[in-house]
C-alpha cells in the first residue's frame, strides 16, 4: 500500500497504531531547536505588548483545518495530478510558511494547533481512548478569543475528548457542530455515519444533517459567520476529510474517473470538495463585505494518508511517520487589512505551537492566566522584520 522506504511507520488497515513517544519527542526537540533560529520572544511566555501592536479595529479569524491532506495535496505545490484552484488562487493572495510542521497524526496536532504547546504537555501524545483527551487546565484558543470579546464557533471534527468536561463547548466555543471521535465508525461517533446525511453533535445534542459532511461543516460555518458579521468572531474549521473512508459525492469522483486507484481516486476527490467550499467561503466573506478584515488561516493536521503512492512533494513519510512527509504541511494566512497578502512565501522553520501567539499578537489579544506557551509569534517573519 505504500512504498518500501515509508514502512518505518506502523500502519494497519490506514489507521496509524499508537506512535511511540519517543518518536514525537523527538520531532519535538528538532522542531523547538530549529525554531530557536526565529530570535523572537522567549520561549513559554506570551506575546508582550512591546511586540504587538493592538488592531485599531480588532479582525475575525477563520481557521480552516483539514484532516490527513499532506504537503503535496495541492495543485499549487507541484501536484499535477489534482485539482484546487480555489487553494491555489488563496496561496497566490496570502503569505505562506513552506517549512511548517505539526505532529504525525491528528489529535496531537489538534492540541498543539489549540493551546500553543508541545501536544504531551496537554495530555494528548495519540488518537484514542485517552491517550487524545486534552487535560482540564489547559487554555484554548477559543479561551483567549472568548476572553477578548469574540463570539467563537466550530464546525467539525474535535477528536480532543467526547465527553464533559473535554468537549469543544466546554473549552470556549460557544456554538458547536462536531461529528464523534476521530473519524466515521469510531465509537463516539452516531451510529450509521457514512459521511452523507449523517447526524451530528449541536451544542450537546444530536442533531440530523442533509448533505455530504464537509458541504455541511462550511454552511453552518458561513451561517455563524453571518449571524456575527457585526462583531468581531473566531470561527473554526476542522473538516473530517479527506480522513477515510475514502468516499466523495459523484460529481467530484468524475472528476478523477481516469484515475484506476479507487482510493486516490476518491482522496483526491474529497480534497478538490473541500476547495470547492473554500470557494464558497471566500465568496461569502466578500458578500458580507468583510473579506479584507478577517484572518483567514488553511492548515493541515499531518502528512498526507497517501503519501508518495502518487505525489508527495519529494518528502519521504506520510502519516505517522518521522520523515518529513509525515509532518510538514501547508499554512497559509491572508489578512488584507494588516498587509498579510500578495504570495509571499517564508521559508524558516516554523511550528504549530506558534499559531495561537501568532493570532493573540496580531488581533491584540491579551493572555489573562494559564499554563505557559511554548510557541512564539510569528509576527516579525509576516511583517518580514
Known amino acids: 500500500m505504500f512504498p518500501a522506504d515509508d514502512s518505518a511507520a506502523p500502519w494497519s488497515s490506514g489507521v496509524p497504531r499508537a506512535v511511540h513517544p519517543v518518536i514525537l519527542l523527538r520531532i519535538e526537540s528538532i522542531i523547538y531547536l530549529k525554531g530557536m533560529e526565529l530570535g523572537s520572544a522567549a520561549p513559554g511566555l506570551p506575546p508582550g505588548s512591546a511586540t504587538s501592536a493592538t488592531p485599531a479595529k480588532k479582525p475575525n479569524v477563520v481557521f480552516v483545518l483539514t484532516d490527513d491532506q499532506g504537503y503535496g495535496d495541492l495543485h499549487c505545490h507541484g501536484n499535477r495530478f489534482i485539482k484546487t484552484p480555489y487553494m491555489d488562487n488563496l496561496v497566490s493572495e496570502s503569505v505562506s510558511f513552506t517549512d511548517f510542521h505539526v505532529m504525525t497524526c491528528c489529535a496531537p496536532s489538534r492540541a498543539m494547533l489549540m493551546t500553543g504547546r508541545y501536544p504531551m504537555r496537554t495530555g494528548v501524545w495519540c488518537t484514542v481512548g485517552k491517550t487524545s483527551r486534552m487535560k482540564q487546565g489547559e487554555v484554548t484558543m477559543a479561551d483567549v478569543f472568548k476572553e477578548n470579546g469574540y463570539r467563537t464557533g466550530f464546525f467539525g471534527k474535535w477528536h480532543l475528548g467526547d465527553n ?164 510538514r504541511v501547508p499554512f497559509f494566512i491572508r489578512w488584507a487589512n494588516g498587509g498579510l497578502e500578495g504570495g509571499r512565501k517564508i521559508d524558516r522553520i516554523t511550528c504549530g505551537i506558534d499559531v495561537l501567539p501568532t493570532l493573540m499578537d496580531l488581533c491584540g489579544l491579551e493572555w489573562k492566566e494559564g499554563p505557559l506557551l511554548d510557541g512564539d509569534s510569528l509576527v516579525p517573519l509576516l511583517k518580514d522584520d
Open 164 to 327: 464533559y468536561p473535554f468537549r469543544p463547548q466546554d473549552r470556549g466555543f460557544e456554538d458547536v457542530l462536531m461529528s464523534g471521535g476521530g473519524g466515521v465508525g469510531n465509537t463516539p461517533d452516531y451510529w450509521a455515519n457514512d459521511y452523507f446525511d449523517d447526524t451530528f453533535m449541536r451544542n450537546g445534542m444530536w442533531e440530523k444533517h442533509e448533505g455530504f459532511c464537509t458541504d455541511v461543516w462550511f454552511s453552518q460555518a458561513m451561517k455563524f459567520i453571518e449571524q456575527n458579521k457585526n462583531r468581531p468572531f473566531f470561527c473554526c474549521v476542522p473538516t473530517n476529510a479527506p480522513h477515510l473512508p475514502f468516499v466523495a459525492p459523484k460529481k467530484y469522483l468524475d472528476t478523477y474517473r481516469s484515475e484506476e486507484d479507487p482510493s486516490i481516486r476518491a482522496f483526491y476527490a474529497m480534497i478538490t470538495n473541500i476547495d470547492d467550499n473554500i470557494g464558497r467561503l471566500r465568496r461569502k466573506l466578500v458578500e458580507l463585505d468583510i473579506d479584507k478584515d478577517t484572518i483567514l488561516i488553511f492548515i493541515t493536521d499531518n502528512g498526507s494518508v497517501i503519501g508518495g503512492r502518487k505525489y508527495n512533494a519529494g518528502m519521504r513519510g506520510h502519516k505517522g511517520s518521522e520523515w518529513d512527509g509525515g509532518h
